[in-house]
């Protein structure tokens, strides 16, 4: 038995408007409407992701370099289609802008 994190990820039924970009839905009052499984980017249990806390690392001294070197500006994603492999990729190489 498995599971797919991107299929239980854009559930309308915990996500409304799934493929939009909302940051508010991890927001504490939001995350207690779903249930507590309704999201898992490392996994669960005995086979989550060995790499998590690394990541979590990673992420945050990544963010936070960005955000001393210059401010993110919006870049528009919203014609982007994803290819599912083993990670979701982006069908075109993506950029970033950024303003000092």
Not at 15 to 20: K, R, S
Not at 47 to 55: D, F, N, S, Y
Request: charged share 15%; hydrophobic share 40%; glycine share 6%.
């Amino acid at each position: 038995m498995g599971f797919s994190p991107f299929v239980i990820q854009r559930n309308p039924r915990w996500y409304p408007n799934p493929t939009q970009f909302d940051p508010t839905r991890f927001a504490p009052a939001a995350a207690a409407t779903r249930p507590r499984l309704s999201y898992l980017p490392f996994g669960i249990g005995a086979h989550q992701c060995i790499g998590m806390h690394l990541a979590l690392q990673q992420l945050t001294t990544v963010m936070q370099t960005i955000l001393q070197t210059g401010i993110p500006g919006l870049v528009d994603i919203t014609s982007v289609d994803f290819r599912p492999q083993v990670v979701l990729e982006p069908d075109r190489v993506l950029f970033a802008s950024f303003q000092r």
